[in-house]
């Protein structure tokens, strides 16, 4: 039996609109012991960052603006971009997502299964309940012959790693 994936291993993008709810966020990590994160403000930055980052897990919100949670994990999944987005097309991943959301309403959370999310996590966020859909999202991750992750690809302006968490 394979051991459960350690925190400390799993490298986090957080994607969230609102500063202060991606501060909390990047604070919960923090102390669930996650050493490596990375930070977008919202799905376009979070697209450019996988070109140039290889990311484990992402946790999203749903509701962001111009483009939502929803619009963001269709094109992860498909490779795709929105406009102005550098590159223009990816190819497609299958990082686990986790969706974060104050409405868990039953129409969305069929779209999002749908269009592939690996979990939900309702606001306000306990943290316990994000270290076990992390980890049984880290589960998921597809690694490569030699034990890393799989490559996601190149990223650019507007995402950050975060420099609290080392």
């Known amino acids: 039996m394979a051991a459960a994936p350690r925190l400390e291993d799993i490298v986090v993008l957080v994607v969230e609109d609102d500063g ?8 919960i ?14 799905a376009g930055p979070a697209l450019e ?6 990311i484990d897990i992402i946790v999203s919100d749903i509701e962001m603006e111009p483009v939502n949670g929803l619009e963001f994990l269709k094109h992860l999944r498909a490779g795709t971009r929105p406009a102005g987005v550098v ?14 959301t104050a409405h868990a ?10 269009a592939g999310v690996s979990a939900f996590l309702t606001k306000p966020i306990r943290p316990a309940l994000l270290r076990d ?7 998921q991750i ?14 650019t302006a507007g995402a950050s790693r975060s420099s609290g968490i080392s």
């Open 87 to 100: 590159p223009p097309r990816a190819p497609p991943s299958q990082i686990p997502v986790i969706f974060l």
């Open 20 to 27: 202060f709810t991606r501060s909390l966020i990047l604070s």
């Open 105 to 114: 309403k039953a129409k969305l959370v069929e779209q999002a299964r749908a």
């Open 49 to 54: 960052l996988l070109g140039s980052a290889e």
């Open 142 to 155: 597809r690694r490569s012959p030699s034990g890393m992750p799989s490559p996601a690809g190149p990223a």
């Open 133 to 139: 859909r992390i980890i049984a999202a880290a589960s």
């Open 29 to 42: 990590l923090r102390g669930l012991g996650v050493k490596s994160v990375f930070e977008a403000p919202g």
